[in-house]
Nanobody, 125 residues
Framework: QVHLVEDGGRLVQAGESLRLSCATS????????WAWFRQGLGKEREFVAV????????RYEDSVEGRFTISRVDAENTIYLQMNSLNPEDTAVYYC??????????????????WGQGTPVTVSS
C-alpha cells in the first residue's frame, strides 16, 4: 500500500520560515510531477506549488511566488516545500500528491496515490 506522509508543520510567528516534507513509502517519486496543496479551515483545497518530473520546472500560486520553493530529492523519495516570510493567510493544512504530468489542477491529483493526512501550519500575527 502506497501512502504519503507530510511533516514539518507547526505553529510559527509571522515572518518565520518552515520546511515541509512529503515522504512516499512503497513507490518511487521519479517519473511523476509533484505538487503541494493547502486547505484552510472552511475553505476549498487550493494549489500552492508544483514541480515537474525532471525537477527543472516549477510553478507557484501567486500569493506564495517568491516566498515558497518546491524541490524534490528522488533518491530520498521526498518532496519539500520551503516556506519563507510566512503570514497568517498561509495558515492551512498542507498536502502533497503526484500526477503523471505537470498540472496545477486539484482534480489531476489523488488518482495515483491516496491523499495523506497533511501537516498543519499555523501562522500567528
Amino acid at each position: 500500500q502506497v501512502h504519503l506522509v507530510e511533516d514539518g508543520g507547526r505553529l510559527v510567528q509571522a515572518g518565520e520560515s518552515l520546511r515541509l516534507s512529503c515522504a512516499t513509502s512503497g513507490r518511487t517519486n521519479s517519473g511523476y510531477g509533484w505538487a503541494w496543496f493547502r486547505q484552510g479551515l472552511g475553505k476549498e483545497r487550493e494549489f500552492v506549488a508544483v514541480i515537474s518530473r525532471s525537477g527543472s520546472v516549477t510553478r507557484y500560486e501567486d500569493s506564495v511566488e517568491g516566498r515558497f520553493t518546491i524541490s524534490r530529492v528522488d533518491a530520498e523519495n521526498t518532496i519539500y516545500l520551503q516556506m519563507n516570510s510566512l503570514n497568517p493567510e498561509d495558515t492551512a493544512v498542507y498536502y502533497c500528491n503526484a500526477a503523471p504530468f505537470f498540472s496545477t489542477y486539484l482534480s489531476d491529483y489523488g488518482k495515483l496515490i491516496p491523499w495523506g493526512q497533511g501537516t498543519p501550519v499555523t501562522v500567528s500575527s
